[in-house]
């Protein structure tokens, strides 16, 4: 079993910056790949970026390409999405999820087996 607590969410201003954090716990983040998902208000959960550890691969989703990027530190047993030029549309709840390592990277949310409570990102104009 795998717990992840998300934090680092808030309330900010159209282009301003946002590190959310994603800490493991139960086992080592190192055979995992990790994801990160939004979900709005309405709307299906989307996939934001993900990570395949072993072959040092990372991928984002479309609508945040250039803006968001994934990364980890498995000494700490943490992901980590840093989020610039952030816009009012990137409001919403960000999970982050776990998958024993898979070859690629997934983007279905029904790829993971583990995800955290969530944190909310709201961006004002």
């Known amino acids: 079993q795998v717990q992840l607590v998300e934090s680092g969410g808030g309330s900010v201003q159209a282009g301003a910056s946002l590190k959310l954090s994603c800490v493991a716990s139960?086992?080592?983040?190192?055979?995992?790949?990790m994801g990160w998902f939004r979900q709005a208000p309405g709307k299906e959960r989307e996939f934001v970026a993900g990570?395949?550890?072993?072959?040092?691969?990372?991928q984002v989703g479309d609508s945040v390409k250039g803006r968001f990027s994934i990364s980890r530190d498995n000494t700490k047993n943490t992901a980590y999405l840093q989020m610039d030029s952030l816009k009012p549309e990137d409001t919403a709840v960000y999970y982050c999820?776990?998958?024993?390592?898979?070859?690629?990277?997934?983007?279905?949310?029904?790829?993971?087996?583990?995800w955290g409570q969530g944190t909310q990102v709201t961006v004002s104009t």
């Open positions: 990570d395949q550890p072993i072959r040092r691969i990372t």
């Open positions: 139960g086992r080592t983040l190192s055979t995992y790949n």
């Open positions: 999820a776990a998958v024993l390592l898979r070859f690629s990277v997934p983007t279905v949310p029904a790829d993971y087996n583990y």
